[in-house]
């Protein structure tokens, strides 16, 4: 399975439901990401991600970085306790700021 990213606009903040596997081979992930200047508030739904191996994650680090660079918030949301194991062995909670994980309920 590939990456399957879904976009949607509610008033300010821009969602991106993301779905399959996050990885090296995703080139449109990056692409969706390129131009953020409309962006108000950044939310990325990784709830249907079934893998994410270091190139995801790099991908994510760059995405959070471009964000905080910009000053648009972001989130993201609905995290598994498995991914979310993997970022907090690297440290990205407490390179980026903890508040901007959250773990799926």
Known sequence: MSLIIKKKV?????????????????DAFDDNFSDLKDVG??????????????????LLAQIIKKCQKQ??????????????????????????GEDIFILKK
């Open 71 to 96: 000053r648009i918030p972001i989130k993201i949301i609905n995290i598994s306790n498995e991914i979310f194991e993997v970022l907090d062995l690297i440290g990205l909670p407490e390179l980026f």
């Open 41 to 58: 508030d950044l939310v990325i739904d990784i709830d249907e991600i079934r893998f994410i191996d270091s190139s995801g994650i790099n």
């Open 10 to 26: 509610e008033e300010e903040v821009t969602y991106y439901r993301l779905a399959g596997i996050l990885d090296i081979s995703t």
